[in-house]
């Protein structure tokens, strides 16, 4: 156990550095005419974040092979598919630009079909501007006086910058909608020159809160507020709907124990009904109690992992919409970490129901791979796609094996350190009934009380109401 202990402690010193996760802003002060970075990041169509590619994939103004630098990203921002590399654009702090060129392009056919298709996509590009997000789309679609319909690409960016002090605050990017280039039916090929201009402004919001420009938190002050007050009354109905159910219940149960006492002052035992059908069959252990208790067990792990992400979400420590993908990462070291209450509760549960001739470290095993492998072998293929379709979503190998080493390292140790001290925890239980031998025959039901049509009428509504809540919970929180 001792030497269990000690091996997790030594892997998470060894592998929790491989997956830190950089802080969501940039602690860089700047000296007057020092260069800003900007990078690029990835492009794909506006309604389908999901589907992105390089940005590069179009012909864009690329950076010379010398110059051309790609910034390693860490397993959050690798999870959720930047692909940041550096740009021509040479914004100097404090330094306006009314206008200066990026390059100047000769596209052929191909590439102006390219930028034609994207354009009809509805491409979107984003930047990072000191580590902020941004971005724009490549172009729009417009209508000619004749009712035509034709592309316009956007060749120019507007950066407007706010800064206070030494240091960046926040930068918006907008297109120039007025001075593009028509992408008509092109026959030849084509001359486009890109270029930008920079607008730098002073703020008096502090770099420590910069990032609420990006929470939107300036731009809708009050939706927080009506998403809070929708929760509470979602929470306060739930709270009701229990109290009414256990209500029943206990008035049931009642019931069920008058009967039985007057039953046993009588001395009338012959007829058997309610609990006492039932008494020695509620203890009979399950056709497979290790699959079952290992189900408990990894429900409990997921519980507990989704509670902490809400309260670390609510304390502010993650946050989703940040640059960096901090929230993957967290994700995979909690679900790492709390790995040992599946090992908990499933060995623990084992010891009720599990028979004594089995081995207790298979409900471990199984809690470890219960979850855990069918999400693996989903997520392999997956990526697979992804690498078909050479989306930025596809994982590089390297960050595939540190995931792994992450999860065999900390999480699967964790699991038989839970069924450990659940062995120690738990005494040995002996039930107060024993199961007959044979099990009881369960008379047939009609088809609308089969299992089937319960299941789907009985889950329809919670899973809608829970839906709904979970919707307006996340983006009050988020």
Not at 42 to 57: K, L
Not at 176 to 194: H, M, P, Q
């Amino acid at each position: 156990m001792k030497g269990i202990i000690l091996f997790v402690g030594m892997m998470t010193l060894i592998l929790l550095p491989s997956c830190m996760v950089r802080a969501s802003y940039v602690t860089q002060r700047y000296q007057n005419t020092e260069r800003v970075p900007v990078l690029v990041n990835t492009i794909g169509p506006y309604r389908n974040p999901a589907e992105s590619y390089e940005f590069y994939s179009l012909p864009f103004c690329k950076p010379p092979l010398s110059r051309h630098q790609h910034r390693h990203e860490t397993i959050g921002e690798q999870l959720e598919g930047d692909h940041l590399e550096m740009s021509l654009y040479d914004i100097r702090f404090q330094v306006d630009v009314e206008w200066q060129p990026v390059c100047s392009l000769h596209l052929k056919v191909d590439e102006v079909e390219k930028f034609r298709d994207a354009i009809k996509k509805d491409y979107y590009y984003s930047l990072r501007v000191d580590d902020i997000p941004v971005g724009a789309f490549v172009g729009t679609v417009r209508t000619d006086p004749d009712g035509g319909v034709y592309p316009v690409l956007f060749n120019h960016l507007n950066f407007k910058i706010l800064y206070n002090g030494d240091r960046v605050i926040y930068p918006e990017v907008s297109a120039d909608t007025e001075n593009v280039i028509e992408l008509r039916d092109v026959d030849g090929d084509l001359y486009i020159e890109f270029s930008f201009s920079v607008t730098w402004e002073q703020s008096d919001v502090s770099f420590e809160n910069r990032m609420k420009f990006l929470l939107g938190d300036k731009l809708v002050p009050n939706k927080l507020e009506i998403h809070w007050i929708s929760i509470i009354n979602s929470s306060v109905l739930v709270m009701l709907l229990c109290g009414f159910v256990a209500i029943i219940i206990q008035r049931t149960l009642n019931m069920d124990y008058d009967r039985y006492t007057l039953a046993k002052e009588s001395g009338d035992d012959s007829d058997e009904y309610g609990w006492k059908t039932v008494s020695s069959e509620v203890f009979r252990s399950p056709s497979h109690p290790e699959w079952y208790c290992a189900l408990v067990g990894v429900g409990a792990q997921l519980l507990v992992l989704t509670v902490l992400g809400l309260v670390l979400a609510l304390l502010g420590l993650i946050d989703p919409l940040a640059p960096g993908g901090e929230a993957y990462t967290v994700g995979i070291v909690l679900y790492s970490w709390t790995s040992a209450i599946a090992g908990f509760v499933s060995r623990g549960l084992y010891k009720y129901l599990g028979p004594k001739n089995k081995s207790p470290r298979l409900v471990a095993l199984y809690s470890a791979m219960l979850f855990t492998l069918p999400y693996v072998v989903v997520s392999l293929f997956l990526n697979m796609l992804a690498q078909m379709y050479h989306t930025t979503y596809s994982l590089p190998m390297d960050t595939v094996v540190t995931i792994a080493f992450i999860y065999l390292g900390m999480g699967l140790p964790q699991v038989f350190i839970g069924a450990a001290a659940a062995d120690k925890y738990f005494p040995d239980c002996t039930p107060p009934y024993r199961a007959h031998h044979f099990e009881r025959i369960i008379p047939e039901v009609p088809v609308q009380r089969s299992f089937p049509v319960q299941v789907i009428v009985g889950g329809f509504l919670p899973f809608s109401g829970i839906y709904i809540e979970l919707h307006y919970l996340f983006g009050s929180i988020w």
